[in-house]
């Protein structure tokens, strides 16, 4: 594989800290800095890339006839550093050509070229199949000499991974028309869910706008904004319902006949729990912990509110507010240089290790730090390659709430960071229900220093409900969007009518929330949740992922600097164990409902030092 620190661009100058950049990529006054996507490609074009990639699958595909079982470790590891060379490049030039999309979604040659990508990767994933699929139906001990070999070390998980599939798949003709047949199949529908949702546009006060510019006054200061912005959206996909409902329904029948009845999978979250490496028993007692600890946001969210109420607000106890922002009488402003050197000393005062990993992501310009005409919204870090740093965007504002953005989007590059000093591209990646790690925990530091060293009670209060509002968003909710596809799964199996479909979404929303006022309209929005069509039972991860993190930083709090270096080696581990072993070697019982409660309780203590603050 190429290096890309070989092939810098040639237009090149050099920033304050003696990194080589792109004069394109260096700070504009006006739109904030802009990142140096050019190193992702190497100097080389779209076509370039892709006559490379075919090559390579032409090479692979003659491995074929060296399957057998007097194959040497040596051969196999031939075949699979190729395979990660293919995926690799479709790698770089997918995120490229993102990266441009996400910069500006006008960007029609970006589009068009990540639609072509589409097509191309189902089909060089049908030419690569055969090797998996050879290699999980092995021979148990041809298998062990393999994954035992020390040629293969650093693949073993990769390979495991493998062999776990084996019960659940089929036989290669099968499996291609699976995959070609995924095309227009349940992906299909979400790609027409997509379509549909992402196209709509609402009346705000004679001016036309996006669904992603409506959404935004969920959190706006006006409550009538607020209102307003959620009769819009959610009547939107009440007027749709019918036909939302339906897309829904084709695509959970795809996902249960193709995992269950085809596949041979247990249950239909079994599908994804594997694909995660967790057990069911674990999750099972992440979803019942959850909902046994639901009640402790119903205190916090009358907490909050009286708050408001308190600093003049006068907007109902209503599902509609809940994102209403908390006003402080603070006027803090945080610019995106201040917050930068704030959240680079977090890390440096944590370990120079961290701080050293998130200065490199700014040095190297993989940064688009502001809004922008056509910019994608939200925040997000994207990794490509063991060789490059990965990209980070943001959307800074000069908010308190970018500060946190910031540091959490810089931790999930810190993370990808240290698991490229140490795993190969294809175990790199930190599966799913602990890929929040590094993120959620520095903005842990992050919280615990502002508490900590701010004399303004105000912003005190801001944090704590910054960190609450954060944690009922990527627990809570999350783990009820499960808990309601568990009901929806089973249920359309036997045809459940869309009536009854909504009318169990609105229960838990009760469950949630208690005596808060949840309009009617919210019985909706189920099928406003894109997760939950795209990538069915992903949202447990999230949930997994922050509780985690609570425990990890409670033993943080307890041993000190002594923990750093665990800390270190998990975050090194990237994916090259399962979740349950990453968490088993921390001395954490994933199956235990215990150790999830850990974090409640410290969601409690958080509450208990709002109210303390609030008096």
């Known amino acids: 594989m190429k290096n890309p620190n070989n092939n810098k661009s040639k237009n090149t100058s050099k920033n304050a800290n003696n990194t080589k950049v792109s004069k394109n990529a260096t700070a504009n006054k006006t739109k904030g800095v802009v990142w140096d996507i050019e190193p992702i490609l190497a100097g080389k074009s779209f076509d370039d890339w892709m006559k490379e990639i075919n090559l390579n699958v032409e090479s692979f595909k003659k491995f074929r006839s060296i399957l057998n079982d007097n194959i040497t470790p040596s051969k196999v590891l031939g075949i699979i550093k190729l395979e990660e060379e293919i995926v690799v490049g479709l790698s770089r030039v997918g995120t490229y050509y993102s990266l441009k999309f996400y910069a500006n979604t006008k960007d029609s040659e970006a589009l068009s070229k990540l639609g072509q990508?589409?097509?191309?990767?189902?089909?060089?994933?049908?030419?690569?199949?055969?090797?998996?699929?050879?290699?999980?139906?092995?021979?148990?001990?041809?298998?062990?000499?393999?994954?035992?070999s020390k040629e293969l070390t650093k693949y073993k998980y990769h390979l495991d991974e493998i062999r776990k599939a084996s019960p659940y798949t089929k036989s290669e003709d099968v499996e291609k028309i699976l995959h070609i047949k995924d095309i227009t199949g349940g992906s299909a529908y979400a790609d027409i869910y997509n379509i549909i949702t992402n196209n709509y546009t609402f009346d705000w006060f004679g001016k036309e706008l996006?669904?992603?510019?409506?959404?935004?006054?969920?959190?706006?200061?006006?409550?009538?904004?607020r209102d307003k912005s959620y009769d819009l959206v959610l009547s939107k996909y009440k007027d749709d319902s019918t036909a939302l409902s339906e897309i829904y329904k084709n695509i959970v029948t795809d996902w249960c006949n193709d995992g269950i009845k085809i596949r041979g999978y247990s249950s239909s979250i079994a599908i994804r729990n594997l694909n995660q490496d967790v057990t069911n028993k674990s999750v099972e007692a992440l979803l019942k912990v959850v909902r046994k600890n639901s009640y402790l946001f119903h205190e916090y969210f009358k907490l909050k509110h009286s708050l408001s109420r308190k600093a003049g607000e006068k907007y109902p106890y209503s599902r509609n507010h809940l994102y209403a922002p908390f006003k402080t009488q603070s006027s803090k402003v945080y610019t995106f240089d201040e917050s930068k050197s704030?959240?680079?000393?977090?890390?440096?005062?944590?370990?120079?290790?961290?701080?050293?990993?998130?200065?490199?992501i700014f040095n190297e310009n993989h940064i688009h730090s502001h809004p922008a005409q056509g910019k994608r919204g939200g925040a997000f870090c994207l990794s490509i390659a063991q060789e490059l740093t990965p990209y980070v965007l943001l959307n800074h504002t000069d908010s308190i709430r970018d500060v946190f953005t910031m540091i959490h989007e810089l931790g999930h590059g810190v993370h990808d960071l240290f698991s490229a000093e140490k795993q190969t591209d294809l175990e790199r990646h930190a599966p799913l229900p602990v890929c929040e790690t590094a993120s959620v925990f520095a903005e842990m530091l992050l919280a615990e220093r502002m508490l900590k060293e701010s004399k303004d009670v105000e912003e005190k209060k801001y944090v704590l409900t910054q960190l609450l509002d954060n944690q009922w968003a990527t627990v809570v909710r999350q783990a009820y969007f499960i808990i309601f596809e568990l009901y929806a799964h089973e249920e359309i199996m036997k045809g459940v009518t869309k009536e009854a479909l909504d009318e169990k979404y609105y229960d838990l929303l009760k469950e949630q929330f208690g005596d808060m006022q949840i309009p009617e309209l919210f019985k909706h929005e189920w099928n406003y949740i894109p997760h939950i069509h795209e990538t069915p039972f992903y949202c447990y991860a999230y949930a997994w992922g922050n509780l985690f993190v609570l425990a990890l930083y409670d033993i943080y709090k307890r041993e000190g600097k002594g923990f750093i270096e665990k800390y270190i080696t998990l975050l090194s581990a990237g994916g090259s164990d399962s979740p349950i072993n990453l968490m088993k070697a921390l001395g954490i019982d994933a199956e235990s409902e215990d150790f999830w409660q850990r974090g409640f309780d410290i969601m409690k203590g958080e509450i208990d030092e709002l109210k303390k603050i609030a008096k």
């Open 117 to 148: 990508l589409k097509q191309v990767g189902a089909e060089i994933n049908n030419d690569l199949m055969f090797f998996s699929l050879w290699f999980m139906h092995l021979d148990e001990k041809v298998a062990k000499k393999i994954l035992e």
């Open 210 to 225: 996006s669904k992603e510019e409506i959404v935004n006054y969920y959190r706006s200061e006006n409550s009538k904004f």
């Open 342 to 360: 704030y959240v680079l000393d977090i890390f440096l005062k944590f370990d120079k290790r961290f701080h050293d990993k998130a200065l490199k």
